[in-house]
């Protein structure tokens, strides 16, 4: 409080004598002055002074997590019922007691009431953004349009904590995949934070040709396949052969097969036949002179002949692009008897087995589940 300038002394009601005086408490208040005459004044109107008390330290409540990945945030919020909320890292006050965070640091709020009072720095909570990794770059291995019962890989960056494909689910970095569709991929970094979506690679699996039958052309001495495809293999015994028309050439006393192609894919080979000079002869598990059961089998058959003459036999089996798989010399008489052969560490698929003996050769085939 200021009394007027110019006087020999001033008496205030409170005890001070000085022009200008401090109060900070509730109280009333007057002034009388004396001039250098010696004159006192009356006492001046009152002044009361008033203190207000200050607002509280503010209570910080954060709804959310303090720690979380970029991208996503937490919400703080102070009491309500203050005109104006100042928080560390703005110029002035609002009107709102809450706030979103995005960035990591120390936050803390001063609050101001009514009168105007502020109260003192509310505690800090601090906020921590962890990185999110960057959306990743699928690597492709192999290619992206292929023929059915092929496959091609796909992989994401090394040194995650985790992989997600899309739409198969997988969760390893490396995906084998084998059907048509777009395959994108999430990775997840050892904060738990997850990358966007990566572009996505578009993979085509064409179906195959349909299994070809072969055919005999009248009483010709010529084959042709069922199935009209622009593309042929012919195999004789086993061996591919320069032709590559639908209608095949063909010699007495061999067997033949046949496979089709289009301009993306090739069919499965056919049913092997034993051309002969009277007929045309298609070979099975029954009508070739070998028994075999049980036919499909998970793995392990029974193979049995009793056509045979005694001596040593090869016993040949091929797959249906005709590499062979199996070759064991054994005894006619085993074979009559029943051998039983183990077929557990192939693929699945159609397998020809040949028993090639002195006099005579015999094929049947065996499906492998």
């Not at 009491?79 to 936050?107: C, E, I």
């Not at 960057?134 to 690597?139: E, M, R, S, V």
């Not at 292929?146 to 390893?172: D, H, L, V």
């Amino acid at each position: 409080l200021v009394g007027p300038p110019g006087f020999f002394d001033y008496a205030w009601t409170n005890g001070w004598s000085q022009q200008t005086i401090m109060s900070n408490k509730n109280e009333t208040l007057k002034l009388k002055v004396t001039d250098q005459n010696n004159c006192v004044s009356f006492y001046s109107d009152s002044i009361v002074v008033k203190v207000f008390a200050l607002p509280a330290k503010p209570k910080l409540t954060l709804v959310g997590n303090d720690m979380f990945c970029k991208g996503d945030s937490a919400s703080i919020s102070s009491p309500s019922g203050f005109v104006g909320y100042k928080w560390q890292d703005s110029s002035g006050f609002y009107k709102s007691n809450s706030r979103y965070v995005y960035s990591a640091g120390l936050y803390y709020v001063i609050v101001k009431d009514l009168n105007g009072c502020l109260s003192p720095l509310s505690d800090s909570i601090q906020i921590t953004v962890n990185p999110s990794p960057l959306k990743p770059i699928i690597q492709l291995k192999g290619k992206v349009i292929f023929c059915q019962g092929e496959w091609t890989q796909i992989s994401g960056p090394a040194g995650f904590k985790g992989y997600r494909w899309i739409p198969n689910m997988r969760t390893t970095q490396i995906d084998t995949v084998s059907s048509s569709g777009t395959y994108q991929l999430e990775v997840e970094n050892v904060f738990g934070c997850k990358s966007p979506v990566s572009n996505g690679i578009a993979v085509v699996v064409n179906s195959l040709p349909l299994k070809p039958t072969i055919e005999r052309i009248g009483m010709k001495d010529s084959l042709r396949s069922d199935k009209i495809e622009s593309h042929y293999n012919w195999y004789r015994n086993n061996v591919l052969l320069s032709d590559t028309f639908r209608v095949l050439r063909s010699s007495p006393n061999n067997y033949y097969q046949v496979q089709t192609g289009n301009s993306k894919c090739w069919s499965i080979l056919s049913d092997s036949f034993l051309y002969t000079n009277s007929a045309l002869v298609k070979l099975n598990g029954s009508e070739s002179g070998l028994l075999i059961y049980p036919n499909p089998t998970e793995g392990e058959f029974i193979l049995k002949s009793k056509d045979l003459q005694a001596g040593e036999v090869i016993l040949i089996i091929s797959d249906i692009q005709g590499r062979e798989v199996y070759n064991a010399t054994v005894y006619s008489a085993t074979l009559n008897k029943g051998m039983s052969i183990d077929l557990s560490r192939f693929n699945s698929g159609v397998y020809q087995l040949k028993v090639i003996s002195s006099a005579r050769v015999l094929v049947g085939k065996i499906e492998k589940l």
